[in-house]
């Protein structure tokens, strides 16, 4: 049997002082999934414009391409995609009862392999945006 | 300590579908973060460079599979984390059907695009 461990409601934000690795990785977990999702739909909205002209389509491609900001902005989805991933696989291993004893230090390796990718991508994904 | 710990077990069907297309969602998301940013750049795409691709139908299929799976992923994952807020009752079953029905029109529209892009439509 596992033990329980009564660390209070992680919902309480207010109390985010006293939240230990675990409770810092579902935070995490969660608003990389409201990213995620809001920009699916965002990324099908402007992926519908194949529906109106091919010329439309690669045109405002290009166009937003072209602004820094959106270079930056696909920096910080690639980051939260990353990490949604790795601490996905986490989670999914300690759904099976594998590493629950070093969930900590995965929640840690999740952070430091999601920095370093981000990190080696950056130089792929602002390449000419300045 | 825990000698065994496991929370594989038996949790209804949106539980196990969450962690199913978790696994091909690994897969797929970084595939295609790899193919449309370091194999080809973002700021090169042209429709006829997607079409070349939508036209294969191994990766139409996939990208379509992609496209239903992420989106009950990420809406069933929404649903799960606004139930853990205390949504319960009417605005429960009212959030629920908002849901269902936005996931239904992202999914269809975005199988509409996928046609025009591989010019099964035009």
Known sequence: ?130 | MAEHYSSFEYKGTRWFLQRITAVFLIGVLAFHFMLLHFVNHAAEVTFLGTQARMQQVGYFGTMVAFLVTATFHGVNGVYNALINQGLTGTRKTTVKWVLVVASGVLIAQGIRTALYMAGIIA
Do not use: C
């Open chain 1, 1 to 130: 049997m596992s033990q329980s461990y009564d660390r209070g409601t992680i919902e309480d934000f207010g109390r985010w002082k006293e939240f230990s690795a675990g409770m810092w990785a579902w935070i995490f977990h969660k608003f990389s999934g409201w990213v995620l999702i809001g920009y699916l739909f965002t990324h099908i909205a402007v992926l519908s414009t194949a529906t109106q002209s091919p010329e439309l389509y690669t045109g405002t491609i290009r166009s937003l391409e072209s602004l820094a900001i959106v270079r930056v902005l696909e920096v910080g989805l690639l980051a939260v995609a990353v990490f949604h991933i790795l601490n996905g696989v986490r989670l999914l291993f300690v759904d099976l009862g594998v590493g629950l004893e070093a969930q900590d230090k995965s929640f840690y390796a999740s952070l430091v392999v999601s920095a370093a990718i981000v990190i080696a991508s950056v130089p792929t994904f602002l390449a000419g945006a300045f």
